[in-house]
């Protein structure tokens, strides 16, 4: 880190004060909000924010029976948080490097632990691996997000986006895994074996296959999570 006068170090951090966008990028590791009215972000990434704003965690019925059942079946990781009112909100996820989508009239899927705030018109769902769940630590959730308006995720350092095309399907780790197009339905594929379990006997056991014509993301991280209460 280059050294600087206090002056220096106030002009260099500040934030962007025009605000063009309800999402904006203050730097690679934090989102800004331009709040007028309702946004949903990750329960826990609130790191600052002026005006007058207020925080409520999601209400256990706040989306339905449904998604109730889901999200005690997922665990905590799906936990959101709203911010009413007017003001900038900044948000962080442990350093990772965030990314803002604006869907139009669109579907995708994201890792539910790298989703990071969303429009209050985007529509979302849970779905759950299962036959994933009972190999990996924390099993695999993930977030149907449609229609249109911004959504912001993270990943661990660069993302890299791999097309998908009926003559290349893609494979990835589980636990590298990011987002992908909303037309795309992975399966599982498996390859235990004395050998695999020998060595890592994880991701490199457990694959996911995306066969069709759309995208997947793919971060040069493993991201594992533990199941909660047990």
């Not at 965030?98 to 705030?117: F, K, M, P, R």
Request: hydrophobic content about 40%; aromatic content about 8%; glycine content about 12%.
């Amino acid at each position: 880190m280059g050294r600087y006068s206090v002056q220096e170090f106030l002009q260099s951090t500040a934030q962007n004060d025009a605000a063009n966008s309800p999402f904006e990028i203050e730097s690679p590791h934090m989102l800004e909000i331009n709040l007028n009215g309702l946004a949903w972000m990750k329960a826990g990434s609130m790191v600052g924010y002026t005006g007058q704003v207020k925080f409520t965690r999601e209400g256990i019925m706040e989306h339905g029976v449904d998604k109730m059942f889901k999200k005690m079946l997922t665990g905590e990781g799906t936990s959101l948080m709203k911010a009413e009112g007017r003001g900038r909100v900044y948000l962080a996820d442990h350093g990772k490097k965030i990314c803002v989508l604006n869907l139009q009239n669109e579907s995708i899927y994201v890792n539910g632990h790298d989703l990071l705030a969303l429009e209050p018109s985007i529509q979302w769902d849970i779905t759950l691996m299962k036959r994933v769940a009972g190999m990996l630590s924390g099993g695999l959730f993930n977030m149907r997000l449609s229609g249109t308006g911004m959504v912001a995720i993270t990943t661990y350092y660069e993302p890299l986006t791999l097309r998908v095309t009926p003559e290349q399907p893609v494979f990835t780790d589980p636990n590298a895994t990011v987002a992908w197009s909303g037309n795309l339905q992975p399966d599982l594929k498996t390859d235990i074996s004395l050998g695999t379990l020998l060595g890592r006997g994880s991701g490199e056991s457990i694959q996911m296959k995306f066969a069709g014509q759309g995208w997947v993301v793919i971060q040069p991280f493993e991201e594992v999570y533990y199941v909660q209460g047990g």
